[in-house]
T-cell receptor, first 114, second 110 residues
Framework: DSGVTQTPKHLITATGQRVTLRCSPR?????VYWYQQSLDQGLQFLIQ???????AKGNILERFSAQQFPDLHSELNLSSLELGDSALYFC?????????????FGEGSRLTVL | EDQVTQSPEALRLQEGESSSLNCSYT??????LFWYRQDPGKGPEFLFT???AGEEKEKERLKATLTKKESFLHITAPKPEDSATYLC???????????FGTGTRLTIIP
């Protein structure tokens, strides 16, 4: 158990819809990272928050947004969903703002868009 | 842009049959190389950090090594419980994100 909690574990929805994925980092970790894992692209970095502030952005679509709340949990919002958004979405956390490489990953939220 | 390539994509070994997984990288300046293990339906689990050429790290039946262009994950006398996908990753210049390879899916047959 990494200590990172993600909900929901599974989500099935239709194209055009909007979903919210939630992540609670390990106790004491200030950074939250979101990654997308699809079969053809592997793990892709989406965005990082550190202590409530956006720190880095990767290949995150404009239809996607995230935030980190004062209690340090984070939410990833995916809107106007397309079939290609079907993937595993992982949240990871670390203590520091800059990754030492040791990230603690949750078990992921599997999104299926029909 | 940083690139990480892993080979082979998949590897099947008999229990006790040692082998190596490869991770080659192209980066503007190496700031570390990381190995993760991912079990089906789970998130990646951190294994090792390597920072400089010649460095080696060991954990049970796994040993990771690093050269200036690639890293190897050697698995000695593997057991079925070592079956997993092994991922390597490098950090970007600001160390905010990791670029992952697509992984090697390792299957150990009893």
């Amino acid at each position: 158990d990494s200590g990172v909690t993600q909900t929901p574990k599974h989500l099935i929805t239709a194209t055009g819809q909007r979903v919210t994925l939630r992540c609670s980092p390990r106790s004491g970790d200030l950074s939250v990272y979101w990654y997308q894992q699809s079969l053809d692209q592997g793990l892709q970095f989406l965005i990082q928050y550190y202590n409530g502030e956006e720190r880095a952005k990767g290949n995150i679509l404009e239809r996607f947004s995230a935030q980190q709340f004062p209690d340090l949990h984070s939410e990833l919002n995916l809107s106007s969903l397309e079939l290609g958004d079907s993937a595993l979405y992982f949240c990871a956390s670390s203590v520091a703002g800059r990754s030492t490489g040791e990230l603690f990953f949750g078990e992921g939220s599997r999104l299926t868009v029909l | 842009e940083d690139q990480v390539t892993q080979s082979p994509e998949a590897l099947r070994l008999q229990e006790g049959e040692s082998s190596s997984l490869n991770c080659s990288y192209t980066v503007s300046g190496l700031r570390g190389l990381f190995w993760y293990r991912q079990d089906p339906g789970k998130g990646p689990e951190f294994l090792f950090t390597l920072y400089s050429a010649g460095e080696e790290k060991e954990k049970e039946r796994l040993k990771a090594t690093l050269t200036k262009k690639e890293s190897f994950l050697h698995i000695t006398a593997p057991k079925p419980e070592d079956s997993a996908t092994y991922l390597c990753a490098v950090p970007n210049f600001g160390n905010e994100k990791l670029t992952f390879g697509t992984g090697t899916r390792l299957t150990i047959i009893p």
